[in-house]
């Protein structure tokens, strides 16, 4: 099943200029085909296509599923953009497609990455959500510093991934739990000491997501996998 993607389709029913190009061009629909299609808000719809055309398709619903393979868990993550943003963008695809809810980038003490082009960060979410037949888009928060976004976390499950020799919980335990989580993963240098001790001050966790040393977009990638198989335990699966 192929997915296209009509955040108005409830008012609008046509495909995007982009959506359409590829609805007729490179998957070759005509008038008459059923189609499905996201909203980016978790519904999914089957619809027939009235006018097949490159730039402006025009779709009927057949029918709508709310809350489309809904998981019965939220994730936000909170990561540092990595100096190469090839491997930043390889986290948001991967972590996408396991399951992701909500993403921050953050600013910390020893990142050498400061701005993102949001843009295209959006448009791998939305491509990964496709892909992965999630009907609900992840959110994209805009770039903050890491002494901002920690004060106004109010999740159950507040964790902070980190290398240092502290106290610290496997996040797979420690997040069974936790229905919703937020998952902070650092710069390549990891967070300072400071930030981490700010962080368990204002109600996070450390963890550990294993034995071996990740690099940033590993570790999301990891933490992601942590808390769906966290999921699954709570559930019996």
Same mark, same amino acid.
């Given at each position: 099943?192929?997915?296209?993607?009509?955040?108005?389709? *409830?008012?609008?029913?046509?495909?995007?200029?982009?959506?359409?190009?590829?609805?007729?061009?490179?998957?070759?629909?005509?008038?008459?085909?059923?189609?499905?299609?996201?909203?980016?808000? =978790?519904?999914?719809?089957?619809?027939?296509?009235?006018?097949?055309?490159?730039?402006?398709?025009?779709?009927?619903?057949? &029918?709508?599923?709310?809350?489309?393979?809904?998981?019965?868990?939220?994730?936000?993550?909170?990561?540092?953009?990595? #100096?190469?943003?090839?491997?930043?963008?390889?986290?948001? *695809?991967?972590?996408?497609?396991? =399951?992701?809810?909500e993403l921050t980038p953050v600013i910390c003490r020893y990142s050498e990455?400061?701005?993102? #082009?949001?843009?295209?960060?959006?448009?791998?979410?939305? &491509?990964?959500? #496709?892909?992965? %037949?999630?009907?609900?888009?992840?959110?994209?928060?805009?770039?903050?510093?890491?002494?901002?976004?920690?004060?106004?976390?109010?999740?159950?499950?507040?964790?902070?991934?980190?290398?240092?020799?502290?106290?610290?919980?496997?996040?797979?335990?420690?997040?069974?739990?936790?229905?919703?989580?937020?998952?902070?993963?650092?710069?390549?240098?990891?967070?300072?000491?400071?930030?981490v001790g700010e962080a368990v001050a204002a109600g996070f966790v450390g963890?550990?997501?294993?034995? &071996?040393?990740?690099?940033? *977009?590993?570790?999301?990638?990891?933490?992601?996998? %942590?808390?769906?198989?966290?999921?699954?335990?709570?559930?019996?699966?």
């Amino acid at each position: 099943m192929n997915l296209f993607y009509a955040p108005d389709i *409830e008012t609008t029913p046509l495909l995007p200029e982009e959506e359409s190009l590829h609805c007729v061009k490179v998957l070759r629909h005509k008038t008459g085909d059923t189609i499905h299609l996201i909203d980016g808000r =978790g519904s999914l719809y089957e619809a027939e296509i009235l006018a097949a055309h490159p730039k402006r398709t025009e779709v009927r619903v057949l &029918s709508v599923v709310r809350e489309y393979g809904a998981r019965r868990y939220s994730l936000h993550m909170a990561v540092a953009p990595t #100096k190469n943003i090839d491997r930043f963008e390889w986290f948001v *695809e991967k972590a996408t497609e396991i =399951g992701l809810d909500e993403l921050t980038p953050v600013i910390c003490r020893y990142s050498e990455r400061r701005t993102l #082009k949001m843009e295209r960060i959006e448009k791998i979410l939305l &491509s990964a959500s #496709k892909q992965s %037949l999630h009907a609900k888009v992840p959110r994209l928060n805009p770039a903050v510093e890491f002494s901002d976004f920690v004060p106004g976390v109010k999740a159950e499950g507040r964790f902070i991934a980190h290398c240092y020799d502290m106290e610290k919980q496997y996040l797979l335990r420690a997040c069974v739990a936790a229905r919703d989580a937020v998952v902070m993963v650092g710069p390549e240098g990891d967070f300072s000491e400071d930030e981490v001790g700010e962080a368990v001050a204002a109600g996070f966790v450390g963890v550990s997501l294993g034995g &071996s040393r990740l690099r940033t *977009e590993t570790a999301g990638v990891v933490a992601a996998h %942590l808390v769906a198989v966290a999921d699954a335990v709570r559930r019996g699966v």
